[in-house]
């Protein structure tokens, strides 16, 4: 950096002497970006996208350099720009404008978008970066499998479309069995065969190195990069910078991908949208769909979102028009799937009465047995982890609360005392405060649990556990039980020769919105790791045949789920039908943000109801034709608030995830 007295000698550059930044600052009324001279020093390093310091209300601050002009509107003196960090142009011009209509669209500032979108520099990494492999054109990249897209009605349209480079959209329902890691490299394959870049993001990192090898495998080494938190600074960097520099054509990655610089952007797919890590749990808030989908409106490029189950969102994109359906005829479905069968029909019940009470019915004991002597595995999906994760009062049933902080107490293991979940404190001399019981009995039976009660019905077979402490990513086509949590099970070599999907209570008659559609992702992500039923694949589901969730799950049809599910949330005025903002902080800042909000004509106020920690949370709802106008709205009452430099927080997010 020069010193003072170089500094007052500078002189603007001749051509294009101002620069516009966007400084890393997080106030909502510095949300704009500010001029800055560039020297003729550095004319030459400080194009736009590069890391820039510079001062900012007396202090030196981070920023990025937007753009360059010939003039400022600014009426005063500009300050110069302090130092140019590196040349690196790591701000891609697309990706900045994507982050600017992210920043938009959740109510939040560009500085924490682009916070989100590039990485923290790596210094070393930059001067070591190597050059880009030298790869023949079109060389080594695999052709589409029989039986794979060609399975599909319009499956083999699609790819024809992103072959010659048009901005196809498609919703895809992936049929049971499916090697769907193979089909998005066909995509990405297609796409590069057609000269444009793809953009891939999974849900964790286990979906991504089932993805990295299939791409692998289809392009050919040199094509792709992976990037993942679990790397490490230096290698994310060293990846990112490959994506950049424009070096490789397809980025797959976890939930931060979103925002690869990917040039001559073809195609963006996201798997599995439902999953609630694809949102971000940092401000503003973005889903990895909706970013994803924005870019591929603002590129004009083709979009996929998959998975086995489909979410309200994906059913809108169908129903507005935006996206077309990739779905396999009946018949085709048919001969893919496991034979799935409910434990509460009336023909089950007349032959095994206790199975509408039974954890394990007959039924499911027997398809395991039958599937463990066929020597295949078995999965078990149980929707909590733990031994006894919650219990209550013998006598009473009243649930059992901590003695110091009322939380719920649990059990770790058959000879342990409880604990509870909130203070950790455990409660050897617990006794409940209703009949003075101090026996305890099980609320809800947890994945520990369950694998001891499974070793004992079915002694001499092995038992595994996959789920936090141990997430397995695949098993042998052996005789063998697998208790999982949802979204740890493990792929088995041929296919699962039987799935139980216990406890099903447990997951549908939680208090949210999505409960039934979250109900419908887990139990189609583990029953599609079954077997077909005409290699002998059975899936049991321990809940009436009757719910609208097990019906579509007997049917493999997503898409009547969804449709059905969007139909409800359109006549209860809820996301995605319509669009919604929760506002939440101590009741003080609430009311005053909301008294300083212009809210759109029609706007609906909902509260407040208690968040926690003293604080409460207001809901806003509007049609989504003014979802531009609410957003703009609180974010131009945030920046009165932080003008006036309020002191307490207020939490913006638009359409969370979680409503209730």
Same mark, same amino acid.
């Given at each position: 950096?020069?010193?003072?007295?170089?500094?007052?000698?500078?002189?603007?550059?001749?051509?294009?002497?101002?620069?516009?930044?966007?400084?890393?600052?997080?106030?909502?009324?510095?949300?704009?970006?500010?001029?800055?001279?560039?020297?003729?020093?550095?004319?030459?390093?400080?194009?736009?996208?590069?890391?820039?310091?510079?001062?900012?209300?007396?202090?030196?601050?981070?920023?990025?350099?937007?753009?360059?002009?010939?003039?400022?509107?600014?009426?005063?003196?500009?300050?110069?720009?302090?130092?140019?960090?590196?040349?690196?142009?790591?701000?891609?011009?697309?990706?900045?404008?994507?982050?600017?209509?992210?920043?938009?669209?959740?109510?939040?500032?560009?500085?924490?978008?682009?916070?989100?979108?590039?990485?923290?520099?790596?210094?070393?990494?930059?001067?070591?970066?190597?050059?880009?492999?030298?790869?023949?054109?079109?060389?080594?990249?695999?052709?589409?499998?029989?039986?794979?897209?060609?399975?599909?009605?319009?499956?083999?349209?699609?790819?024809?479309?992103?072959?010659?480079?048009?901005?196809?959209?498609?919703?895809?329902?992936?049929?049971?069995?499916?090697?769907?890691?193979?089909?998005?490299?066909?995509?990405?394959?297609?796409?590069?065969?057609?000269?444009?870049?793809?953009?891939?993001?999974?849900?964790?990192?286990?979906? &991504?190195? +089932?993805?990295?090898? %299939?791409?692998? #495998?289809? =392009?050919?080494?040199?094509?792709?990069? $992976?990037?993942?938190? *679990? !790397?490490?600074?230096?290698?994310?960097?060293?990846?990112?910078?490959?994506?950049?520099?424009?070096?490789?054509?397809?980025?797959?990655?976890?939930?931060?991908?979103?925002?690869?610089?990917?040039?001559?952007l073809g195609l963006v797919i996201i798997w599995d949208d439902g999953d609630d890590v694809h949102a971000e749990p940092r401000a503003p808030y973005p889903h990895a769909r909706d970013v994803l989908l924005t870019r591929a409106r603002l590129a004009d490029c083709a979009a996929l979102v998959a998975g086995f189950a489909r979410t309200g969102e994906g059913q809108l994109l169908l129903e507005?028009?935006?996206?077309?359906?990739?779905?396999?005829?009946?018949?085709?479905?048919?001969?893919?799937?496991?034979?799935?069968?409910?434990?509460?029909?009336?023909?089950? &019940?007349? +032959?095994?009465?206790? %199975?509408?009470? #039974?954890? =394990?019915?007959?039924?499911?004991?027997? $398809?395991?047995?039958? *599937? !463990?002597?066929?020597?295949?595995?078995?999965?078990?999906?149980?929707?909590?982890?733990?031994?006894?994760?919650?219990?209550?009062?013998?006598?009473?049933?009243?649930?059992?609360?901590?003695?110091?902080?009322?939380?719920?107490?649990?059990?770790?293991?058959?000879?342990?005392?409880?604990?509870?979940?909130?203070?950790?404190?455990?409660?050897?001399?617990?006794?409940?405060?209703?009949?003075?019981?101090?026996?305890?009995?099980?609320?809800?039976?947890?994945?520990?649990?369950?694998?001891?009660?499974?070793?004992?019905?079915?002694?001499?077979?092995?038992?595994?556990?996959?789920?936090?402490?141990?997430?397995?990513?695949?098993?042998?086509?052996?005789?063998?039980?697998?208790?999982?949590?949802?979204?740890?099970?493990?792929?088995?070599?041929?296919?699962?020769?039987?799935?139980? =999907?216990?406890?099903?209570?447990?997951?549908?008659?939680?208090?949210? !919105?999505?409960?039934?559609?979250?109900?419908?992702?887990?139990?189609?992500?583990?029953?599609?790791?079954?077997?077909?039923?005409?290699?002998?694949?059975?899936?049991?589901?321990?809940?009436?045949?009757?719910?609208?969730?097990?019906?579509?799950?007997?049917?493999?049809?997503?898409?009547?789920?969804?449709?059905?599910?969007?139909?409800?949330?359109?006549?209860?005025?809820?996301?995605?039908?319509?669009?919604?903002?929760?506002?939440?902080?101590?009741?003080?800042?609430?009311?005053?943000?909301?008294?300083?909000?212009?809210?759109?004509?029609?706007?609906?106020?909902?509260?407040?109801?208690?968040?926690?920690?003293?604080?409460?949370?207001?809901?806003?709802?509007?049609?989504?034709?003014?979802?531009?106008?609410?957003?703009?709205?609180?974010?131009?009452?945030?920046?009165?608030?932080?003008?006036?430099?309020?002191?307490?927080?207020?939490?913006?997010?638009?359409?969370?995830?979680?409503?209730?």
């Amino acid at each position: 950096m020069a010193n003072k007295g170089t500094r007052g000698e500078r002189e603007p550059a001749e051509r294009l002497p101002v620069a516009r930044v966007c400084v890393d600052v997080a106030l909502a009324h510095l949300d704009r970006p500010f001029d800055y001279l560039v020297s003729t020093g550095d004319d030459e390093a400080a194009q736009p996208g590069v890391r820039v310091k510079v001062r900012f209300a007396g202090q030196l601050v981070s920023g990025f350099l937007l753009s360059r002009a010939e003039s400022s509107e600014h009426p005063g003196k500009l300050s110069y720009l302090e130092k140019v960090v590196s040349a690196e142009r790591v701000l891609d011009p697309d990706v900045a404008q994507l982050a600017r209509a992210v920043a938009d669209r959740y109510a939040g500032n560009l500085a924490d978008v682009l916070r989100l979108a590039v990485p923290p520099r790596h210094a070393r990494v930059e001067s070591q970066a190597a050059d880009p492999p030298a790869i023949e054109e079109d060389s080594g990249i695999k052709e589409p499998a029989a039986g794979g897209w060609d399975s599909y009605l319009t499956g083999g349209a699609f790819l024809r479309a992103l072959r010659d480079g048009k901005p196809a959209r498609a919703v895809w329902s992936g049929l049971p069995g499916e090697d769907w890691p193979a089909r998005l490299a066909e995509a990405a394959a297609a796409t590069v065969l057609g000269g444009r870049g793809v953009v891939i993001v999974v849900a964790d990192a286990r979906d &991504l190195d +089932r993805v990295d090898r %299939a791409l692998q #495998a289809t =392009l050919g080494p040199g094509r792709h990069v $992976a990037l993942n938190a *679990a !790397l490490g600074p230096a290698e994310r960097y060293r990846r990112f910078l490959a994506a950049s520099r424009h070096q490789v054509p397809v980025v797959v990655g976890t939930r931060a991908a979103v925002w690869a610089p990917v040039a001559d952007l073809g195609l963006v797919i996201i798997w599995d949208d439902g999953d609630d890590v694809h949102a971000e749990p940092r401000a503003p808030y973005p889903h990895a769909r909706d970013v994803l989908l924005t870019r591929a409106r603002l590129a004009d490029c083709a979009a996929l979102v998959a998975g086995f189950a489909r979410t309200g969102e994906g059913q809108l994109l169908l129903e507005t028009g935006w996206a077309r359906e990739i779905t396999a005829d009946r018949a085709v479905r048919r001969h893919r799937s496991p034979a799935i069968t409910p434990t509460g029909d009336d023909s089950q &019940l007349a +032959r095994d009465p206790g %199975a509408v009470v #039974a954890r =394990l019915p007959s039924l499911a004991w027997q $398809a395991a047995r039958e *599937a !463990l002597q066929a020597g295949t595995p078995v999965l078990v999906q149980v929707p909590r982890r733990g031994y006894l994760p919650s219990v209550a009062c013998a006598e009473c049933r009243s649930p059992a609360r901590c003695p110091h902080c009322s939380g719920p107490l649990g059990l770790q293991g058959a000879r342990d005392v409880p604990v509870c979940h909130w203070c950790g404190r455990a409660a050897a001399a617990w006794e409940c405060p209703v009949c003075h019981d101090r026996r305890l009995r099980a609320s809800v039976i947890g994945a520990r649990r369950t694998a001891e009660e499974m070793g004992r019905a079915f002694a001499g077979f092995p038992v595994r556990t996959s789920g936090r402490d141990e997430v397995l990513t695949t098993v042998a086509a052996e005789a063998a039980l697998v208790v999982s949590t949802p979204g740890a099970e493990p792929v088995a070599e041929g296919g699962f020769g039987a799935v139980l =999907l216990l406890d099903t209570w447990a997951l549908l008659s939680r208090a949210d !919105l999505r409960a039934a559609e979250e109900t419908m992702r887990r139990w189609l992500n583990a029953a599609a790791l079954a077997r077909s039923a005409a290699d002998g694949g059975r899936v049991v589901v321990v809940a009436d045949g009757s719910l609208a969730p097990v019906q579509a799950l007997l049917r493999w049809d997503p898409g009547w789920f969804a449709a059905r599910e969007l139909a409800e949330r359109r006549d209860l005025g809820f996301p995605p039908a319509a669009r919604m903002a929760s506002v939440t902080g101590l009741t003080v800042a609430v009311n005053e943000l909301l008294g300083l909000a212009r809210l759109p004509e029609g706007a609906e106020v909902l509260g407040p109801v208690p968040a926690g920690e003293e604080q409460e949370r207001m809901l806003l709802r509007v049609a989504r034709s003014k979802a531009a106008d609410l957003a703009h709205a609180l974010h131009e009452a945030a920046g009165v608030r932080s003008a006036r430099k309020a002191a307490l927080p207020v939490r913006i997010q638009v359409d969370p995830a979680d409503l209730f």
